[in-house]
């Protein structure tokens, strides 16, 4: 106790605990907690750069090892598959083996949920990517990419993302697997990819203006450098996907080669546009049930504050992503064919069946009947993994209140990829890291 002063009387002073921390402190104490934050990071970047093949990297080569003992021959092209409109035949069974080239940001997310219920009900035996829910991506497929791998190891379905390599991919799958993939209309794609993945790619940083996919556009060769870190994102991502050179020109002489021998690997090829139209051909094709392909639209993105391309700028997107667009024409063209062979009529007459189906497990499954903003999901296990920076993708809540003939299956429809593939045994540790320190960093 000491006397403050004249006529004031005696007053007691705070003890040395009760007093605030020195500024210096506080200091040191927050530059403590960044350099080990800055630690962390780079351990986990390191970690990174590790496990990712590099992007320029030679491609490995195209012919199988010979001293492996693979589950079936890689032959240069599968064995041809029934024709629309007779694999449903009587006598047909129903395919267990499908290698999905799983492209970006074309609803390939829905189409996995399909294959992981149906490989789940039926026990099949999954290839998994080690730590991470890809194989190795932007790097090529190798088959020692696969959890578990040994020679001679033999697998139902494949269906992560990947950077294609056919023989590689065909020695891990029985001789009579299924080849699908899906793609979606280029500049449509390219706008997609551009606000999910910009955080990700240096290029789009410094890029001027609010809107910086229009500034992008309107002179990409001033922005874009085909080396820099993640740029496959910003030009043909369909064809990068799909293991060809992604700098490649529509009219080079080596595209009608490519074209074709993508004709011959790939058995079916759906389009994002017709989603419905494509899983009536899938049904057809794999000899499965209705039941097996009705779905809920995944990994949808929040309807953007920005318009989306119209006129001159979708034009522009088309030219600038000139490849996919010539891929995509080609493969529109064939699907339409396919449509014709299945028949127009009963095209309209299974699609308005999976529509109805569709609908009544909407009214079943869906709380509010819509996809919702992840911040109003309920249930953390239902939150879909979100861009960096932004929460832009929808998700769902449950309805409380689900009889017991449907409560599984609602769940497993409606739940997210990084966690169904979790359920189902693979290992995430290192997706699982990131997304700890995004969250701690609140990215």
């Known amino acids: 106790m000491v006397q403050s002063g004249k006529g004031k009387g005696w007053q007691s002073l705070p003890k040395a605990s009760e007093m605030p921390q020195p500024k210096k402190k506080r200091w040191e104490s927050m530059a403590k907690g960044l350099v080990l934050g800055a630690l962390f990071t780079s351990f986990l970047l390191l970690l990174y750069s590790y496990m990712v093949p590099p992007l320029h990297a030679s491609q490995a080569s195209m012919t199988p090892d010979t001293t492996a003992i693979s589950c079936s021959p890689a032959p240069a092209d599968p064995p041809a598959k029934a024709a629309a409109g007779n694999a449903s035949a009587a006598g047909c069974a129903p395919q267990h083996n499908i290698v999905f080239l799983k492209t970006h940001k074309t609803g390939s997310s829905t189409l996995l949920n399909i294959l992981f219920r149906f490989g789940e009900k039926h026990g099949l035996r999954f290839a998994f990517p080690k730590g991470r829910n890809d194989f190795g991506y932007p790097g090529w497929f190798a088959r020692d990419l696969v959890r578990g791998y040994k020679p001679g190891a033999c697998f139902n379905i494949i269906a992560n993302h990947m950077r294609f390599q056919y023989d590689e991919v065909r020695a891990l799958v029985p001789p009579d697997a299924t080849f699908i993939t899906v793609l979606r209309d280029p500049a449509r794609l390219f706008e997609s990819s551009f606000h999910y993945f910009g955080a990700v790619v240096p290029l789009t940083w ?4 609010p809107d910086k996919l229009t500034s992008f ?3 990409p060769d001033r922005y874009y450098d085909p080396a820099a870190i993640n740029a496959h994102y910003l030009r043909n991502l369909l064809a990068f996907d799909l293991g060809l050179d992604s700098g490649l020109e529509a009219g080079s002489a ?10 011959r690997r790939f058995h079916l090829v759906l389009l994002q546009e017709y989603f419905d139209e494509s899983l009536v051909l899938l049904k057809d094709l794999l000899c499965w049930r209705l039941e097996d392909v009705l779905y809920f639209k995944l990994n949808a993105r929040r309807r953007s504050a920005v318009p989306r391309l119209s006129g001159s700028l979708y034009q522009r997107a088309t030219a600038w992503n ?3 667009a010539l891929l995509y024409r080609h493969f529109n063209h064939s699907f339409w064919r396919r449509v014709d062979g299945f028949g127009r009529q009963r095209m309209a007459r299974e699609v308005a069946a999976l529509r109805r189906a569709n609908e009544r497990l909407r009214r079943i499954c869906i709380d509010g009947g819509r996809p919702v903003d992840a911040t109003a999901i309920q249930d953390a296990a239902m939150q879909p993994w979100q861009p960096l920076g932004v929460k832009s993708i929808l998700g769902y809540n449950l309805k409380k209140t689900i009889g017991r003939q449907h409560r599984q299956l609602c769940r497993r429809m409606l739940t997210p ?6 359920e189902l045994g693979a290992d995430l540790w290192i997706t699982n890291l990131w997304k700890l320190l995004r969250d701690f960093l609140h990215w």
């Open 322 to 324: 000139g490849l996919d």
């Open 206 to 209: 410094t890029l001027p203006g």
């Open 417 to 422: 990829e990084l966690q169904y593939l979790q």
């Open 217 to 219: 556009l309107r002179d």
């Open 254 to 263: 080596r595209v009608p080669e490519l074209l074709a021998q993508l004709e």
